[in-house]
């Protein structure tokens, strides 16, 4: 299918009649390698329970098109300076939030993108909400932080947190919550009654998590500083939630990120690797929160 199908199956459709009587706004990069496909699944559910939503694709990620010149342009891999591969399968650029803030502004209920970095799909409600300038990097860089906190789902509320046993629940975690200011501050929370955990600690492994250089970390609409945040934890009558700020920005290089598929003789496995101090407990602990779910 080339998408994700259980943003159709599990995320949107048994939800769709709510999602339309209460004016929640979806956006999503689900569309994979083929966001039209995505939409048109969606639509076919729109039909069934009799809901009409505005839905809106955002392409022009796919650079296959445009090989030839590319290959032409003698582009080499950033960080290897590796020669562009001759042999190319698929071939993708992370696009930013301007699409789908201009989605949003035309009137979409569902924002359906195909390749594009994660925190955008967080920054373009923003723009398109508080009405922030593209040239405002400050803000563009805060509303980036936003969305790289929630980006991994699970990670910012103890997921991956160093400190696993002091992780409740597991098996119950609750997704994150951000609740964004135009001033771009925002608070970093999960709702009420769930498992896991937000305090300062899983929201600064998180905030480091893949991003290089803290002070140059590199989107298409902002580079982002993120040396001077600031995390403020405090007490809710729903638990703990930590207040984030101080995140600043420049003008972006003006160069994409590509993700380009070629073969070159190797494979890909992937295994769940537990290591660190208590690493035999964490594994169990770890195993058993899994069938916990499963059941």
């Given at each position: ?28 990069n ?6 039209h ?99 405002d ?24 947190f ?7 629940d ?76 101080g ?49």
């Open positions: 299918m080339g998408y994700a199908p259980d943003f159709i199956t599990v995320a949107m459709a048994p939800f769709i009649k709510d999602i339309k009587r209460q004016g929640i706004k979806v956006v999503s689900a569309g994979g390698v083929n966001p496909g995505c939409a048109a699944a969606l639509k076919k559910v729109c039909e069934v329970a009799g809901v009409n939503l505005n839905v809106a694709v955002v392409t022009g990620d796919d650079l296959m098109p445009k090989l030839k010149s590319l290959q032409d342009d003698c582009i080499i891999d950033m960080q290897s300076g590796q020669s562009f591969p001759k042999a190319v399968v698929s071939m993708n650029a992370y696009i930013g939030a301007g699409p789908i803030a201009r989605a949003l502004d035309l009137g979409a209920d569902v924002v359906i993108t195909g390749r594009c970095v994660d925190s955008a799909v967080v920054l373009g409600p923003l723009v398109h909400t508080f009405g922030w300038d593209w040239k990097f400050n803000s563009l860089a805060a509303g980036s932080l936003a969305g790289h906190l929630v980006e991994c789902g699970a990670q910012v509320t103890g997921g991956i160093t400190d696993w046993d002091k992780v409740p597991w098996d119950h975690i609750g997704f994150p919550i951000v609740e964004c200011a135009s001033n771009g501050g925002f608070i970093v929370t999960k709702p009420k009654a769930t498992g896991g955990l937000v305090n300062r600690g899983t929201v600064s492994e998180q905030l480091v998590y893949e991003i290089g250089d803290p002070e140059h970390y590199m989107l298409p609409d902002v580079c982002c500083d993120f040396s001077h945040v600031q995390l403020d934890e405090f007490d809710t009558p729903d638990g703990t939630a930590v207040y984030v700020s995140a600043k920005g420049h003008p972006p290089t003006g160069e994409f990120k590509v993700c380009t598929i070629y073969p070159s003789g190797f494979r890909a496995t992937a295994v769940a690797c537990v290591g660190g101090v208590n690493s035999k407990a964490k594994a169990e602990k770890t195993a058993e929160e899994i069938l916990k779910r499963q059941v």
